[in-house]
């Protein structure tokens, strides 16, 4: 059991560590490509985009900021047609064992610690008409919350606007 334990903190420190060492980052949140290049990025214009396990008060302001970001690679929001499916998939990794099976957005009562965890929002686009992935990246944050804490959304939003701006650099436009 202690091995397993120490084994996924060594596992969160190496994905930090390489977050750390990989990612640009604006002033609290890192970016990094994950795929590149294998599309045929001149015939892209539209886009469709969903969310996947997004915590309900991130995603409508994660899509605006990303659609902001977006539209300066030349992409407009289309439909289901789009030349491009692009996901924005919420995960977290906590930093501490004992708390893997807590949730940091369902904050009990009877919970009186402070969680720490990775956040991480992927991005995937596909090519709508051969169905393959052509770009991926993923923005990260590492969050250190007490009991009582909320999110300061307002606060966040020109982070995250840059850490999108920042992902998207790589983007082949």
């Known amino acids: ?5 120490m084994k996924k903190v060594a596992t969160v420190f190496l994905i930090a560590l390489t977050l750390a060492a990989c990612a640009s ?5 890192g970016s990094r490509v994950t795929l590149c290049c294998p599309g045929n990025y001149s015939e892209y214009a539209t886009y469709s985009l969903d969310t996947k396990d997004m ?3 991130l ?3 994660m899509l605006s900021e990303f659609e902001d970001a977006v539209r300066e690679k030349g992409l407009y929001k289309g439909d289901r047609n789009s030349d491009l499916a692009i996901t ?5 990794i906590s930093l501490d064992a004992e708390q893997q099976e807590i949730d940091p957005f369902i904050r009990m009562e009877s919970i009186n610690v402070e969680l720490r965890y990775l956040a991480v929002i992927e991005i995937s686009m596909v090519d709508r008409s ?4 052509v ?6 944050r590492f969050h250190s919350v007490s009991p009582g804490e909320y999110m ?5 939003r020109p982070s995250f606007r840059e850490a999108f701006l920042n992902v998207l650099e790589n983007y082949p436009s």
């Open 1 to 5: 059991m202690k091995f397993d334990s």
């Open 25 to 29: 980052s604006s002033p609290q949140i």
């Open 55 to 57: 915590p309900m008060f």
């Open 59 to 61: 995603e409508s302001y």
């Open 88 to 92: 924005l998939s919420y995960k977290h």
């Open 130 to 133: 051969t169905g393959e992935r």
């Open 135 to 140: 770009w991926a990246g993923e923005i990260s």
């Open 152 to 156: 300061h959304e307002d606060d966040a």
